[in-house]
């Protein structure tokens, strides 16, 4: 199982302190901008399985590309 922990750049050395000698967990920094890109997928995956399910409106490509 995976966790995604927000915490304050402060924190996180007395935080992974305390992980680190756990033989079963695993802790890896991850930047900002990856911490961003994952949670953009996430929502992405959620919001195609609210369209698969027909719980969410798909929208035409035409669109979506003038919205800007």
């Known amino acids: ?32 901008s990856k911490a961003l890109l994952m949670s953009e997928i996430r929502e992405a995956v959620e919001e195609m399985k609210l369209i698969r399910s027909g719980k969410k409106k798909v929208r ?5 590309l003038n919205e800007r």
């Open 1 to 32: 199982m995976k966790i995604l922990i927000d915490i304050l750049d402060s924190k996180v050395s007395s935080l992974l302190e305390i992980l680190r000698p756990i033989s079963y967990v695993k802790a890896k920094l991850l930047t900002n």
């Open 60 to 64: 035409d490509v035409e669109e979506f």
